[in-house]
């Protein structure tokens, strides 16, 4: 099957100027080693028919020799370039391959497998828009996969696809496939993957790499390439904050000043009022010259030289930016990072640190914690060691203008430099609670709060096991997701009057009551309602330890998020009950009215119908509130919990 144009041999002009207009997509190729990353490259580009007859004939005769199938075709050799790799059969170095379908372009980096080479990992994935994780169908999720899972996460990749490879060693088992599914699903809900996609496959033999696999019929989903040429990443580009830091100042002549630069984020056009930080001086953009003429708007990732309408000083290492939209100043920040150097990173050192077009000094004032990536877990650490990430606080020896790195990948990454030997040691990954920053959805913290509550000291003298022989049940958070009215909230009561007439331990945690005390401070932003959950989550984890079972009923539309509040509550005492209701029978309930202001556009973030709305793949159970009753949910409830164990029957 060939994923080239028809244009290419009929009218090569046509197809030059389709080309040229092509989307773009960046992807990395990770996993544990030997799961076969180079083989899916390598098959991707002989299936859509991308290998040139020169590379073909040395791959067909390398494999005689160097392969690793036998004797027969092995595409793995299309990337693995050096003779290192080729020896051992491994992937060492990042491997970079262009090609491009009807559809889109691409640029693959092939990442390597081994924890020794984590560095070149994530340097292949700072420029991604997808990653595929590869699992070898043999042995599932291994300690590699969760550790480029959590490398994945970190830098910001959001489109991530697993696939589940060499299906053809296993027999094409559906059971095999879903239980590593299963494994990988329970794992990654603590990690920020919003999209997250399975495919069985075998890129050996190409089963579901561009073609259709015909001995998984089970298999209702589409190929890799289909998801690769599908998946939309326009929305993953920031086009509400404008930043450009200034590269070069273009003096040719008396006439002529121009600022030159990438722009990193936003939209700019001709007129707009523009600031130029960290000096604060404010002025309109007079012209937007590039090589091509010039232009009334450009927009990230192009490249452009600024004139502006007043004599506004401006250097190399500034940033321009739009006024009443600008970035956080400081000369300290909290970050994420990913160290890089044989030599163990120590507090205190100066480094050369380089972020956007800035090179400055700086030192790592403090480490907080170091994360092991294949748990999650935090713990105090005085050191980081080569491929070990943990989070600190930079203290910088001038001030610089970023973001948080979730917002904008370009101003909020950081790179520290050797001083001595000039080498790379570190990545750094700025995070939103920094100094100045805003104080919303703090999760990222949530991996230390056990090792802080243990620094600190805060250990209860009452056990579980005497709170457990006191009240006759075991804790538990049961949250009640669904729909705006579609019954949580009197669900949730009725299961508390019946296990209070019990004689149980019981309290409801509802969204609305939250949201007029703990909350009153958010709105109904992503972030917003992120960090409500994150609130709650932690309160329904008080309650637990006193012994308490907390029935929360909120609309909780993310499925990360609700991952995330399963790991602060713990995964052992926390259910999903899904509130099934159809949306017609919830606007009819609407006692408030939300729907209809939905309808009148005043309300732009209502769950199910001006905002997504994730139903929860697994639930441990699913009330219909359209065909039950409010008893008949309650009993199920209860009936959940003394069957896992909860409740003393």
């Known amino acids: 099957m060939s994923h080239q144009s028809d244009l290419i041999s009929t009218d090569i002009e046509a197809y030059l100027k389709q080309h040229e207009q092509k989307q773009l997509l960046r992807f990395i190729t990770c996993g544990s080693v030997d799961d076969g990353k180079s083989t899916l490259i390598g098959r991707l580009l002989f299936d859509s028919k991308m290998l040139y007859e020169d590379e073909l004939a040395k791959i067909e005769a390398d494999s005689k020799t160097q392969g690793a199938v036998g004797g027969e075709f092995d595409p793995a050799l299309a990337t693995d370039g050096l003779k290192e790799e080729r020896e051992q059969g491994i992937t060492?170095?990042?491997?970079?391959?262009?090609?491009?379908?009807?559809?889109?372009?691409?640029?693959?980096?092939?990442?390597?497998g081994h924890e020794q080479y984590t560095r070149n990992m994530a340097t292949g994935a700072s420029s991604a828009d997808l990653a595929v994780i590869l699992i070898d169908a043999r042995h599932g999720v291994m300690t590699q996969t969760k550790r480029h899972s959590f490398i994945v996460s970190l830098l910001g990749i959001r489109h991530v696809i697993i696939a589940i490879n060499k299906m053809d060693l296993v027999d094409f088992d559906e059971a095999t496939f879903d239980k590593i599914c299963a494994d990988y699903s329970a794992f990654s809900r603590r990690l920020d993957l919003p999209d997250l996609h399975f495919i069985p496959l075998s890129a050996l033999k190409g089963d579901n790499v561009v073609d259709r696999s015909e001995n998984m019929a089970w298999y209702n989903g589409g190929t890799l390439m289909n998801r690769l040429e599908s998946v939309y990443i326009g929305s993953d580009r920031n086009l509400q904050d404008f930043r450009m830091p200034v590269q070069w100042v273009n003096r040719p002549n008396l006439d002529f000043r121009g600022f030159c630069g990438t722009i990193a984020s936003g939209i700019i056009r001709k007129g707009d009022e523009v600031m130029v930080m960290p000096s604060k001086k404010t002025t309109h953009v007079k012209e937007i010259v590039t090589q091509d003429g010039n232009m009334d708007e450009a927009y990230a990732p192009l490249a452009i030289t600024l004139t502006f309408e007043d004599e506004v000083d401006a250097s190399r290492g500034d940033m321009i930016v739009k006024t009443g939209n600008v970035p956080v100043t400081s000369d300290t920040v909290e970050a994420m990072l990913v160290w890089m150097a044989e030599e163990p990173m120590v507090p205190g050192k100066t480094y050369l640190v380089k972020h956007s077009a800035?090179?400055?000094?700086?030192?790592?004032?403090?480490?907080?914690?170091?994360?092991?990536?294949?748990?999650?877990?935090?713990?105090?650490?005085?050191?980081?060691?080569?491929?070990?990430?943990?989070?600190?606080?930079l203290s910088l020896n001038e001030t610089i203008c970023f973001d948080p790195y979730k917002s904008n990948r370009s101003t909020g990454a950081l790179i520290l430099i050797d001083r001595i030997t000039n080498a790379t040691v570190a990545a750094a990954m700025i995070l939103d609670r920094s100094a100045g920053g805003k104080r919303l959805a703090a999760w990222e913290e949530e991996i230390?709060?056990?090792?802080?509550?243990?620094?600190?000291?805060?250990?209860?003298?009452?056990?579980?096991?005497?709170?457990?022989?006191?009240?006759?049940?075991?804790?538990?958070?049961?949250?009640?997701?669904?729909?705006?009215?579609?019954?949580?909230?009197?669900?949730?009561?009725?299961?508390?009057?019946?296990?209070?007439?019990?004689?149980?331990?019981?309290?409801?945690?509802?969204?609305?009551?939250?949201?007029?005390?703990?909350?009153?401070?958010?709105?109904?932003?992503?972030?917003?309602?992120s960090e409500n959950l994150r609130r709650s989550a932690h309160l329904a984890n008080i309650l637990n330890d006193a012994g308490i079972i907390c029935i929360a009923a909120f609309v909780a539309p993310n499925a990360t998020v609700r991952g995330k509040v399963a790991g602060v509550v713990g995964t052992d005492r926390f259910l999903t009950v899904h509130v099934d209701a159809p949306i017609e029978l919830c606007r009819e309930?609407?006692?408030?009215?939300?729907?209809?202001?939905?309808?009148?556009?005043?309300?732009?973030?209502?769950?199910?119908?001006?905002?997504?709305?994730?139903?929860?793949?697994?639930?441990?159970?699913?009330?219909?509130?359209?065909?039950?009753?409010?008893?008949?949910?309650?009993?199920?409830?209860?009936?959940?919990?003394?069957?896992?164990?909860?409740?003393?029957?």
């Open 358 to 393: 800035q090179l400055i000094t700086g030192s790592i004032e403090s480490l907080r914690y170091r994360i092991d990536v294949n748990t999650l877990h935090s713990s105090p650490s005085p050191q980081l060691n080569l491929n070990e990430i943990g989070r600190c606080r």
């Open 92 to 112: 060492i170095d990042v491997a970079y391959r262009y090609f491009s379908t009807a559809k889109r372009k691409f640029i693959i980096a092939d990442t390597p």
């Open 448 to 529: 230390a709060v056990e090792e802080d509550a243990k620094q600190a000291g805060v250990l209860n003298e009452v056990t579980p096991e005497e709170r457990e022989a006191r009240y006759g049940q075991k804790p538990a958070t049961v949250l009640l997701t669904g729909l705006t009215s579609s019954g949580k909230t009197t669900v949730a009561q009725a299961i508390e009057r019946r296990l209070f007439d019990s004689g149980r331990a019981v309290t409801v945690l509802d969204g609305q009551q939250v949201r007029r005390g703990l909350s009153k401070d958010l709105g109904f932003s992503f972030e917003e309602r």
């Open 589 to 649: 309930r609407d006692s408030r009215g939300q729907y209809a202001e939905a309808d009148a556009g005043k309300l732009t973030e209502l769950s199910g119908d001006t905002a997504p709305y994730e139903v929860p793949e697994s639930p441990d159970l699913v009330l219909k509130t359209g065909e039950q009753s409010v008893d008949e949910c309650a009993n199920a409830v209860i009936e959940l919990l003394t069957s896992k164990g909860f409740l003393r029957s």
